[in-house]
């Protein structure tokens, strides 16, 4: 066996991390922690940027109100459009058909009629791309909820940003990773609902 | 008992965008007595005052949210019938475990089709005897 060989198999390795044993070691080697933090950060820099994020951040929140009203604006016309285009559809679907009772059978007639009742299929057809359109609104209330929590974690932002600066200088947590305890689907909703006999 | 057009909706979200889409959906299906609340205490003062049959509502809102207006609606004797239909973005499982077990007659996660929300509401109306 040569001498690297038998070193190797000698060496135990990098030591496995051993438990703190109380909370002032804790507090310790978090503080060490902070303390090295502050330093890589001033070395690089990063302090006047952080100060300028936390500048900039009532801009940011004042920009995603904007958004929240543009959408919802956007979603109300296109809502209102639709609801009016749906009662358009039942006139001519209705006129239509009034049309085609109304239709003598000859030959002409009934030309006339096979005619009426395409106009009545594709009026029919409209309705259900119009309901389509109507749904598809909800991404309003899906990216209205997603803005306020995000305007709601800027201010948390910008407060401990501030903080920062002037005393602790912590780092910020991330936002929470979709995980297991989350349903990927309507399908996995339902399947955990009937699990629990619903 | 009566047919679904016959019943009275109570549609609870606090985007008006949504109680719209909702009230759309429902009409489709040929509902036809519909009323909306932006919150659960709204909505709990409408159940108090007025005669519903059904209740459509979202989970996240201000003032009083969905789960604490469907304990409101459990705990009370004159409430407790109502079928509740919870919708909402939330597709924690946990909330979908503490709906079933609040007594939620169903559970709809946002983005939603309409024959989701067709089936849904069929599914329970048969469960209450009311036929389409």
């Not at chain 1, 006129?95 to 299929?121: V, W």
């Not at chain 1, 709601?152 to 995980?179: C, D, F, H, N, S």
């Not at chain 2, 009083?64 to 459990?74: E, Q």
Request: charged share 25%; hydrophobic share 45%; net charge neutral.
């Amino acid at each position: 066996m040569n001498r690297h060989r038998a070193r190797r198999l000698q060496d135990p390795g990098p030591a496995a991390p051993r438990p703190l044993s109380s909370v002032p070691q804790l507090h310790r080697q978090l503080g060490q922690i902070t303390r090295q933090l502050q330093e890589a950060m001033g070395l690089l820099g990063a302090l006047p940027g952080l100060h300028r994020s936390a500048l900039d951040l009532p801009d940011a929140r004042s920009r995603l109100a904007a958004i929240e009203r543009r959408s919802f604006a956007a979603a109300d016309r296109v809502l209102n459009a639709v609801e009016q285009a749906k009662q358009e559809r039942q006139r001519i679907a209705a006129a239509a058909r009034d049309l085609a009772r109304a239709t003598p059978a000859d030959a002409a007639g009934m030309r006339l009629r096979a005619a009426l009742s395409e106009i009545e299929a594709a009026a029919g057809r409209v309705d259900a791309q119009l309901t389509d359109i109507m749904v598809a609104q909800d991404f309003h209330d899906l990216t209205g909820q997603m803005l306020a929590k995000v305007g709601a974690l800027a201010i948390e932002l910008e407060a401990k940003l501030l903080q920062l600066m002037e005393q602790a200088r912590v780092p910020m947590p991330g936002p929470a990773p979709r995980g297991e305890d989350t349903a990927a689907s309507q399908r996995e909703v339902d399947d955990l609902l009937a699990k629990l006999g619903l | 008992m009566s047919d679904p057009s016959q019943l009275k909706f109570l549609i609870v979200d606090d985007f008006s965008t949504m109680r719209r889409i909702v009230r759309g959906l429902l009409k489709e299906m040929g509902c036809q007595h519909l009323s909306e609340a932006e919150d659960g205490q709204v909505a709990l003062n409408m159940l108090r005052t007025s005669r519903f049959d059904f209740v459509v509502s979202d989970i996240n809102m201000p003032v009083m949210d969905g789960f604490a207006l469907l304990a409101a609606i459990k705990a009370d004797e004159t409430l407790r019938h109502l079928p509740v239909l919870m919708v909402t973005a939330e597709a924690r499982k946990d909330d979908i475990v503490r709906a079933a077990q609040s007594g939620a007659a169903g559970y709809i996660v946002k983005p939603f089709s309409k024959a989701v929300l067709e089936d849904k509401v069929q599914r329970i109306l048969s469960k209450m005897g009311v036929t389409a």
